[in-house]
């Protein structure tokens, strides 16, 4: 196991496309979540928070001593059985797109600034490569964290909004310091169907309603406003 100071090539262009959907996502997801005590029947794939049950599949765990994460599928404890259905998923998606975090079974942290932060950013890609409805990480041992993915309807699923485009889409890009901007936009629309058309200088998408969304760059290539029209149909 070679320890890494920073993500692939390949792994941040997967991560910023979901960037900022996964963003937008993950919040609905945890207002949608109680807080309070948690547990987990994983012979089952069921997770309760305070009151609510969840049907979860498992990405992996996280030591914190070592600063090494294990993906699901590598588990002996897990291998094999369909707790770990998200994270067979993930090694799927990696070998057809060259992404090496996703099909390293021990990927090493260690040599990251942060390597909590690190462990995060992984499991954010990994949420957004699957289109997951969010992503739960719970302190499971001392010195272990367990990461598991909603595989669940209950979950509600966020919708592009005009109002909250601007802010959606400035947190997605940014996410990933040398993101491209395009791509996160891109991304963000791909994701939810809406349809978008790419000019010199912008974006333009149809936002349900019937408003279009222009989204504009600047000459080195970030967001540079995000501006709304009606049109008559």
Do not use: C
């Not at 409805?133 to 979950?155: F, H, K, N, T």
């Amino acid at each position: 196991m070679t320890a890494t100071t920073t993500f692939s090539d390949a792994f941040l262009r997967t991560a910023e496309r979901h960037a900022a959907w996964g963003a937008q996502q993950l919040e609905a997801f945890n207002e949608f979540m109680p807080t309070g005590p948690w547990t987990a029947d994983l012979d089952q794939r069921l997770y309760r928070q305070a009151e609510r049950d969840l049907r979860i599949s498992v990405l992996g765990s996280f030591d914190t001593s070592e600063g090494s994460w294990l993906w699901g599928w590598a588990n002996p404890g897990f291998g094999g059985t369909p707790v770990v259905g998200a994270a067979d998923e993930i090694r799927r998606l990696g070998a057809a797109h060259g992404i090496p975090e996703f099909t390293t079974d021990l990927v090493d942290l260690s040599a990251f600034d942060d390597p909590r932060f690190a462990v995060e950013t992984l499991a954010f890609g990994a949420m957004g490569a699957l289109g997951a409805s969010g992503y739960i990480g719970v302190q499971a041992s001392p010195e272990g964290r367990l990461y598991m993915v909603p595989d669940d309807p209950q979950v509600p699923r966020a919708v592009p909004d005009a109002i909250t485009l601007p802010r959606v889409l400035l947190t997605g890009t940014g996410l990933f310091g040398g993101s491209s901007a395009r791509a996160v936009v891109a991304g963000y629309f791909d994701h939810h169907g809406v349809t978008w058309r790419q000019e010199a200088d912008r974006i333009s998408a149809d936002m349900p309603g019937g408003s279009t969304a222009d989204i504009l760059f600047d000459d080195i290539g970030r967001v540079a406003s995000v501006g709304m029209k009606n049109v008559t149909r």
